[in-house]
């Protein structure tokens, strides 16, 4: 088992498979990357060599994002291989092409997909993503993952434009069995204008999750709260920028569509470039790069700072 000099335990990879989008959202932090070109060279073996070699390090969790991940083709082929060495792979999308995918990514082992959905109105929805689509086709997206057995969970991104819309995503999960993520606009990649202009408060949201809900947990991961509504489902509040409580007990490692791994989204350096190492499947190098990695891991947010 991997740990940093922290003693955090290091047991995920966040994989960046590309960072082209069919979205241009008024909110993305773009993973932070913002000084790479950002290539594209890693193929399906290569990641799939990763999780064979990240597997011995006690590595087993992978979230593939991008940009938008389904816009490359080869994404079911990049689930299916590290899938065969993962304990739990799952994605992030905005559900444009979900519809269309989902059983491929079905097929190739898929466990969960994350789906942006921040408005049920069409001009909301397209304000936000600034992106000329209906929100329908993200349900029928939603729909066609359940029905081809991924579980699903929804990303909330609460700005003022779409806070009063909260109820309205917590009655439509509730309706479909699936969880939630409400998340803080953080500043990283937003336009000062938008960040200035949008930003909301979580605590209105947490004090009606706190008052609904039959129980609340707080997660392993990144010391994340997790309330369970009497329907059943989960939803977790995400309030990642000055939160050292979840820095605290970040598990991840990320992966640039470089192949160059990144140790926190906050931090544009230092990175550890491991593509020569995937591309002439070195597991020792591999194994060397990643200890590396782990080895100059900080938080990037500590309660000293308070």
């Known amino acids: 088992m991997l740990k940093d000099s922290f003693g955090r335990i290091v047991d995920s990879f966040r994989v960046v498979v590309t960072s082209r989008c069919n979205y241009n959202c008024i909110f993305c932090h773009r993973e932070g990357l913002t000084g790479l070109k950002r290539i594209e060279v890693l193929t399906p073996e290569d990641y799939g060599f990763l999780a064979y070699v990240s597997s011995k390090l006690g590595i087993s969790y992978f979230k593939i994002t991008g940009g938008e991940p389904l816009v490359r083709k080869d994404v079911p082929a990049i689930v299916k291989g590290i899938r065969e060495y993962s304990k739990e792979v799952s994605l992030t999308t905005n559900g444009y092409l979900l519809k269309k995918l989902a059983g491929e990514l079905a097929n190739a082992g898929l466990d969960r997909v994350n789906v942006s959905l921040h408005s049920f109105d069409d001009e909301t929805y397209q304000a936000i993503t600034r992106a000329k689509v209906n929100v329908k086709l993200i349900l029928e997206g939603i729909e066609k993952a359940l029905e081809n057995g991924i579980r699903v969970k929804i990303n909330f991104l609460a700005m003022k434009i779409n806070l009063g819309e909260f109820d309205k995503i917590l009655e439509y999960a509730s309706s479909k ?117 782990v080895s100059i891991r900080k938080p990037y947010f500590t309660r000293s700072q308070l």
């Open 177 to 293: 069995g699936v969880d939630v993520n409400v998340i803080e606009l953080i500043p990283l990649g937003t336009p000062h204008n938008v960040y200035l202009e949008e930003r909301t408060s979580l605590d209105p949201i947490v004090e009606k999750l706190s008052r609904i809900s039959s129980n609340m947990v707080i997660s392993s991961f990144q010391n994340r709260p997790v309330y369970t509504l009497p329907s059943g489902i989960k939803v977790t509040v995400i309030k990642g920028y000055g939160n050292p409580e979840l820095c605290a007990r970040c598990s991840r490692l990320r992966l640039t569509p470089e192949g160059w791994i990144k140790t926190c989204i906050f931090l544009e350096e230092p990175f550890v470039d491991i593509s020569k190492e995937l591309k002439n499947k070195d597991e020792y190098g591999v194994i060397e790069k990643i200890r590396k990695a």
